[in-house]
């Protein structure tokens, strides 16, 4: 099946340093892929959606220029957290769909602690 | 994008069905219902997917009404492996949204 692996499981940093977490379609080529975020007890919120070889498109209310996506091929996007602060803590997942009637394949999500 | 509404807990008993419903009173005739699940701490786990007929997998069903204003997943034969967060998604074009979910709680 689809699989995608998403890295750093667990990330601290720093107040004030960005953080790039990466994530990878491993056997499928994703024509687009999403990043969410989630606080302890929510739900998944999605951040922004984004298609190879263009600008993602940011959900509204979340700051593109703090959250810097970036999808230059089809089995790699990355999502870099800018001038990180306490409040960036959060659980970050990404999604992957491949081309079709594809299912939509989570990663295992990226911890981040801003200390 | 289609509104979906779950109970917000549920029990059941190992070895029993477990049956999820889900309201999606506003969805449109090309909105797929999608049901994924999270186990703490980890990245949604898909379960299975459907348009207008039902489905089943491996892992459970989907019964979906026919006005297509609500569904039910069925989990077979709960373990205690499946507590999870159910969560049960109305698609529109080619975003998941998630709302609240259901916890379910397999207890033996």
Same mark, same amino acid.
């Given at each position: ?115 | ?48 997917? $459907? ?27 709960? &373990? ?18 998630? $709302?609240?979910? &259901? ?6």
């Amino acid at each position: 099946g689809a699989v995608v692996s998403q890295h750093p499981s667990r990330v601290i940093c720093k107040s004030g340093t960005s953080v790039k977490i990466e994530c990878r379609s491993l056997d499928f080529q994703a024509t687009t892929m999403f990043w969410y975020r989630q606080f302890p007890k929510q739900s998944l919120m999605l951040m922004a959606t984004s298609n190879e070889g263009s600008k993602a498109t940011y959900e509204q209310g979340v700051e593109k220029d703090k959250f810097l996506i970036n999808h230059a091929s089809l089995t790699l996007s990355t999502l870099t957290v800018t001038s990180a602060h306490p409040e960036d803590s959060s659980f970050y997942i990404c999604s992957a769909r491949g081309p079709g009637d594809y299912g939509y394949t989570f990663g295992s999500g990226t911890r981040l602690t801003v200390v | 994008d289609a509104k979906t509404t779950q109970p917000p807990s549920m029990d059941c008993a190992e070895g029993r069905a477990a049956n999820l419903p889900c309201n999606h009173s506003t969805i449109s005739g090309n909105e797929y219902v999608y049901w994924y699940r999270q186990i703490h701490s980890q990245g949604p786990q898909y379960i299975i997917h $459907g348009l207008k007929n039902n489905e089943t997998n491996e892992m459970a069903s989907l019964i979906i009404t026919e006005d297509r204003k609500s569904s039910t997943l069925i989990l077979p034969h709960a &373990t205690l492996r499946d507590t999870a967060v159910y969560y049960c998604i109305a698609r529109y074009g080619n975003k998941l949204v998630f $709302g609240a979910g &259901t916890i379910l709680r397999v207890k033996s």
